[in-house]
T-cell receptor
Framework: GNSVTQMEGPVTLSEEAFLTINCTYT??????LFWYVQYPGEGLQLLLK?????DKGSNKGFEATYRKETTSFHLEKGSVQVSDSAVYFC?????????????FGKGITLSVRP | NAGVTQTPKFQVLKTGQSMTLQCAQDMNHEYMSWYRQDPGMGLRLIHY???????DQGEVPNGYNVSRSTTEDFPLRLLSAAPSQTSVYFC?????????????FGAGSRLTVL
């Protein structure tokens, strides 16, 4: 089956620190990969995505590269801000006709200190 | 504003009571789904629908019913609430697709079952 494994959290960083959040996956077929972010008290929203190997998704200073050889999609940001404090979810979706079933990782809480 | 609207935002039930969580979207999305979010578990798919009149089970369907009589609405029913159903519930929608489409999430409904 399909699964997503995220590094254990929570993660606490100082403002302007470098961020890496690890994500690896197992999938039958050729998945699309996503990072979703959940700000406090809100629903999830897409942060970035990649649909094929070696694609790099990027948004708001965050980046992740689809690595098929290592089955990974690690999230990085060069300089985090307090406003980046949120829960981050890695997810995958394998095309299955008319479905959009996402498989999520457990999520990791990021807290950024001023 | 266009998007996914969930009601109520908060609800407290007693064991054995029934209730319906409402979900409506105004983006003409074919696909709609319900997830529950529990600490340390990430998001788990409860039920989904690929169009009006069509529903299917997700990963954790027991204790929940759904129906899809219109494109816009996808209510989630708890027929006899149990404490194990205490959770935050998210409705999400997207266009029917290849699996790479992005889900739009509602703001969530927090349910407590005593």
């Amino acid at each position: 089956g399909n699964s997503v494994t995220q590094m254990e959290g929570p993660v606490t960083l100082s403002e302007e620190a470098f961020l890496t959040i690890n994500c690896t996956y197992t999938a039958t077929g050729y998945p699309s990969l996503f990072w979703y972010v959940q700000y406090p008290g809100e629903g999830l929203q897409l942060l970035l995505k990649a649909t094929k190997a070696d694609d790099k998704g990027s948004n708001k200073g965050f980046e992740a590269t689809y690595r098929k050889e290592t089955t990974s999609f690690h999230l990085e940001k060069g300089s985090v801000q307090v406003s980046d404090s949120a829960v981050y979810f890695c997810a995958l979706s394998v095309p299955t006709g008319a479905n959009s079933k996402l498989t999520f990782g457990k999520g990791i809480t990021l807290s950024v200190r001023p | 504003n266009a998007g996914v609207t969930q009601t109520p935002k908060f609800q407290v039930l007693k064991t054995g009571q029934s209730m319906t969580l409402q979900c409506a979207q105004d983006m003409n999305h074919e696909y709609m789904s319900w997830y529950r979010q529990d600490p340390g578990m990430g998001l788990r798919l409860i039920h989904y629908s690929v169009g009006a009149g069509i529903t299917d089970q997700g990963e954790v369907p027991n204790g929940y019913n759904v129906s899809r009589s219109t494109t816009e609405d996808f209510p989630l029913r708890l027929l006899s609430a149990a404490p194990s159903q205490t959770s935050v519930y998210f409705c999400a929608s997207s266009y029917a697709n290849s699996g790479a489409n992005v889900l739009t999430f509602g703001a969530g409904s927090r349910l407590t079952v005593l």
